[in-house]
């Protein structure tokens, strides 16, 4: 995950005509300090200046926010849906929907297409923000205790804590479709927006906010000694980020790791092969090859050769305006990491809002190479043979895998894999994603609990209707 330099900048002649400035906020009051640093385009041009948020400010926004109003569950939720038409469309920060697009664009280089549809994609998750939990919440649960069913005893959907922190990512904005659950939920929230690309973190905060929830969120832009201290102050924290992020927090019992996906497509022998390269060139290229999602790695049963050569062939009809951009530094990066896979100069010409990464196949000859395993910022796939015991160790532990076989015996290992978080069978791009469908489990499994209540039928004034409390 990117992060910001420890020390502030200096404001030379060029950069001074950035006007636009990014600081933390929370219960309704911005946060302006001195320290800060600039969000650069692809080509190392300043987009906005932003402040580092101190860890004392971090810990007093907490507990400012812990001893603030409480709101009805069914309140938050009436602004939730207000909060989805203001981010979707009005004027946020000082930016319309397309300045921001535009912002996201040149920070991140993702495709224009694929961050317009995550505008509408966000904005619809916070609309359906009641379905959403419900099916995530035990079938016999009930939201209050007021609930008529307490009368007889039933369980009772609980918080496990008051404060959520968000360590964001800067890979793509539909991560920030996922946390506002946590608001829905009644948790105090708080967001560390990536260094790269805090567009997106703002602008969901910022319509909740002026929806009426400006006690439940806070931005919270910040470094590496500020992410520390949201983790230790929160009840719990999800946390998004590379191999570093994963090994850092993995046996922290109030952290939810949100790492590289790893997502596989398994191709068998009786499925139409161009049907099959058709589907692998759509999961590596969705979401501009960076997400988690994005398929990095494909298995196949029969000639590994023909297929790569004919992904190749489709992968270079894929027009220029749907792949990513990049900067010098990740060219380089790519080029270091992938050299010796890609056996040619890594391509990525320059454009004028930086350099296009081209997608990449590269064949394996071993079922089990450890480059299978490798994730790559850019539409990248490692293409190996299918082994019977082999592969199915590569697939354990992927984010989403796309089994295209009506094979039991390619199917029924993947099915009984319980750490694979996703299985699609069929013609589905390891890309599709579901609101109502759990991308690595429910949310609420992590924040809620099921507790048992039952309350006396002659107890004066205690049951309502059921609705949220």
Not at 110 to 139: C, F, H, K, W, Y
Not at 405 to 418: C, F, H, I, Y
């Amino acid at each position: 995950m990117n992060d910001v330099s420890p020390s502030s900048h200096v404001v030379t002649p060029e950069k001074a005509i950035i006007d636009y400035g990014i600081d933390a906020s929370a219960l309704g009051r911005r946060y302006v300090t001195q320290r800060r640093i600039w969000v650069n385009d692809l080509l190392d041009a300043p987009v906005a200046d932003m402040g580092i948020a101190p860890p004392i400010y971090i810990h007093n926004t907490i507990d400012a926010m812990k001893s603030a109003p409480v709101l009805p569950l069914a309140e938050i939720h009436a602004a939730i849906t207000e909060a989805a038409e203001r981010f979707q469309f009005g004027i946020l920060e000082g930016l319309s929907p397309d300045e921001y697009c535009q912002r996201v664009h040149r920070t991140t280089g993702l495709p224009s297409n694929v961050i317009q549809e995550a505008l509408t994609s966000i904005a619809n998750a916070l609309r359906i923000m009641p379905e959403t939990l419900d099916v995530g919440m035990p079938r016999g649960a009930r939201w209050s205790w007021r609930d008529p069913d307490a009368l007889a005893g039933c369980s009772l959907f609980s918080r496990k804590g008051d404060t959520f922190a968000v360590l964001a990512a800067g890979n793509g904005p539909g991560i920030h479709a996922l946390w506002p659950q946590a608001v829905a939920l009644g948790y105090r929230v708080l967001v560390r927006p990536s260094s790269r690309e805090p567009f997106t973190a703002q602008r969901v905060i910022s319509a909740l906010a002026m929806s009426g929830l400006e006690n439940y969120v806070a931005f919270i832009p910040t470094d590496y000694r500020g992410a520390d201290a949201l983790v230790t102050s929160t009840d719990f924290t999800l946390a998004y980020g590379g191999s570093e992020m994963v090994e850092k927090y993995r046996h922290h019992p109030t952290v939810r790791i949100q790492g590289p996906g790893r997502s596989k497509i398994v191709v068998g022998a009786d499925a139409d092969r161009d049907e099959a390269v058709a589907l692998v060139a759509k999961s590596m290229t969705d979401l501009g090859g960076a997400a988690c999602v994005s398929t990095s790695a494909v298995l196949v049963e029969g000639d590994v050769t023909d297929f790569c050569q004919r992904l190749r062939l489709a992968l270079k009809h894929i027009p220029a305006h749907r792949l990513p951009l990049g900067s010098a530094k990740t060219v380089e990066q790519l080029s270091r990491v992938s050299g010796d896979s890609i056996h040619h100069p890594f391509d990525a010409p320059l454009t004028p809002f930086g350099y296009l990464l081209q997608p990449a196949v590269i064949e394996l000859s071993e079922s089990d190479d450890p480059r299978l395993q490798q994730e790559l910022p850019f539409p990248c796939v490692f293409v190996a043979p299918y082994h019977a015991t082999k592969s199915i160790s590569m697939l354990a532990g992927s984010l989403v895998v796309t089994v295209f076989s009506r094979q039991q015996k390619l199917l029924r290992p993947v099915l009984d894999e319980s750490s694979i978080s996703n299985v699609y069978i069929g013609a589905i791009p390891t890309t599709w994603m579901s609101l109502l469908v759990p991308h690595d489990d429910y949310l609420c499994t992590f924040l809620m609990c099921s507790r048992g209540v039952r309350v006396n039928a002659f107890w004066d004034d205690v049951t309502t209707t059921g609705e949220k409390q």
